[in-house]
């Protein structure tokens, strides 16, 4: 396995059930990711591991709930969802040195909630 | 003023042509910038990084900075159809993350 694998790559679930995402990186990078893609809408950052400190939030409702074992696995666990949470859930690894540096994606999970 | 700003497009050129995809940023953004490809159904790849005034080209893509003017292109020369896709701006974020604009679709006709 060489980058960054996403898991499931699709998922329908109604809104009372619990489902989570996984994402694992073979690429040795200190920082993890989860991102959100809705149709029109810009990428937007949900939440940021770095060092396996959880470091950003951006106000993410509760009913997503994210967990980082350790620097090579990154969970968001889902529970109680909402249709408007029907999207592309994208996972992303870096390597966080003095300056920003390029993600790498996942494939993504194609979330549904009917 | 958004973050990121791009026009979402679509962009239209034919095959062949020069593509320009434009870019805007806001003083919250780092000086850190992508062009990253999104093909429709799959994940975002980096085509481009740059991180200082001027030009950086890299085959037949070209990325310009101009910080004065707060602004990020990316130039696209010999567009071919395989180049279609939308074209992702970011920038860099306070906590070492990108902040990305909504996206140009690009459709280059055969």
């Known amino acids: 396995e060489t980058g960054v694998t996403q898991t499931p790559r699709h998922l329908v679930m109604g809104m009372t059930n619990k489902k989570s995402l996984k994402c694992e990186q073979h690429?040795?990078?200190?920082?993890m990711y989860w991102y959100k893609q809705s149709a029109k809408k810009p990428l937007e950052l949900m939440f940021v591991?770095?060092?396996?400190?959880?470091?950003e939030n951006n106000s993410v409702p509760s009913r997503f709930s994210p967990e980082c074992p350790n620097s090579s696995h990154l969970f968001l666990h889902l529970h109680t969802l909402q249709p408007e949470d029907s999207a592309l859930y994208l996972c992303?690894?870096?390597?966080?040195?003095?300056?920003?540096?390029?993600?790498?994606f996942g494939e993504g999970s194609r979330l549904t909630v009917l | 003023q958004k973050e990121v700003e791009q026009n979402s497009g679509p962009l239209s050129v034919p095959e062949g042509a020069i593509a320009s995809l434009n870019c805007t940023y806001s003083?919250?953004?780092?000086?850190?910038f992508f062009w990253y490809r999104q093909y429709s159904g799959k994940s975002p790849e980096l085509i481009m990084s740059?991180?200082?005034?001027g030009d950086k080209e890299d085959g037949r893509f070209t990325a310009q900075l101009n910080k004065a003017s707060q602004y990020v292109s990316l130039l696209i020369r010999d567009s071919q159809p395989s180049d279609s896709a939308t074209y992702l701006c970011?920038?860099?974020?306070?906590?070492?993350?990108?902040?990305f604009g909504k996206g140009t679709k690009l459709s280059v006709k055969p």
């Open positions: 992303a690894s870096s390597q966080v040195l003095e300056n920003t540096g390029e993600l790498f």
């Open positions: 690429l040795g990078h200190n920082a």
């Open positions: 591991y770095n060092f396996k400190e959880q470091t």
């Open positions: 003083d919250r953004v780092s000086q850190s």
């Open positions: 740059i991180y200082s005034n």
């Open positions: 970011a920038g860099g974020g306070s906590q070492g993350n990108l902040i």
